[in-house]
């Protein structure tokens, strides 16, 4: 997968994921170095604990 920008502001890549809180963006978490499915089941690991923390 290559690196996706279609919007300056906006980068889509593999292992890329944005946290919510509350409904809104709070930030994000980037994941690289594995597999494009190494990489993903990691952030999503990693984004079910923050919901956990927050709510």
Do not use: H, R, W
């Not at 980068?11 to 990489?39: N, S």
């Amino acid at each position: 997968m290559a690196i996706q920008a279609n919007d300056p502001c906006i980068t889509l890549v593999a292992g890329g994921y944005p946290l919510f809180v509350q409904g809104k963006i709070a930030g994000g978490i980037g994941v690289g170095g594995g597999t494009e499915e190494q990489d993903c089941q990691i952030a999503e690991y990693v984004v079910s604990q923050f919901e956990s923390l927050v709510g």
